[in-house]
Structures are given as C-alpha cells and as structure tokens.
C-alpha cells in the first residue's frame, strides 16, 4: 500500500488550504474594504453579482487550458498571479483599480481551484 503523506501529497494540502483561507478571507472582508474606499452597499451587491458570472465565465477556459497546457505551469502561473493580485490590494487605495484587480482575482481562482483538484495524468 502507498503511503497517504508523501511530498507532493503534503505540497497540495498546504496550497489547497492556503487558497481555500485567502477565498474565504476576501470574501469577508472585501465588502468591508469597498465601503471604506467610498464604495455603497448597492455597489458591494453589484459587485458580488459581477464576481460570480467572472467565475462562471472562466470555467470553460480553465476546463480548456487544462485540457491543452501543462497543469504544472498553469498552476504555477496561477498561484503567482494571486499571490501577485494579494499584494496589489495592499496599495491600491482607489475603488476602481480594487474592483477590478478583484475581478481578475476572481477570473483566475477557477483555474487554480481546477488544477489543484483534478489529478494529472
């Protein structure tokens, strides 16, 4: 029998648990942060609604990059670029440049997510 905690095994648990805290993190706090830069509850909503058909409208793609990339690239290129986003956040104090790096955020969280959770080949 093989063993369960083998290294690569250990690497996707820890990213796996690092995306799943930063989704749920930002998903509780960017409302916050909106309204605080000057945004309204009536954009918070907006923007919510917007989040979620980005996620829905990159699935397909990420689906298709799956398909035709190598998974460890994409994976690669995906966590940096959320790592990247993240720390964007941390000086972007104007609400448009926030919503909309938020929504590049929320176009590359499938991908990643995708990858992670499918085995590769």
Not at 21 to 29: E, H, K, N, Y
Not at 58 to 84: E, F, K, Y
Not at 89 to 103: D, E, G, K, Y
Request: aromatic share 10%; charged share 10%.
């Amino acid at each position: 029998m093989e063993p369960l905690w083998t290294n690569n095994f250990i690497k996707i648990w820890v990213l796996n648990l690092t995306l799943c805290g930063w989704s749920f993190m930002i998903g509780a706090v960017f409302p916050v942060y909106v309204v605080r830069l000057g945004g309204t509850e009536m954009l918070v909503g907006i923007m919510a609604l917007v989040f979620s058909g980005a996620s829905l409208a990159m699935r397909p793609v990420a689906g298709w990059l799956m398909d035709n990339q190598s998974r460890g690239s994409l994976l690669i290129w995906g966590s940096v670029s959320l790592i990247a986003i993240s720390l964007l956040f941390l000086v972007a104090p104007i609400l448009s440049l926030v919503l909309v790096l938020r929504i590049t955020d929320i176009s590359i969280s499938p991908g990643d997510w995708s990858t992670i959770m499918n085995p590769s080949p």
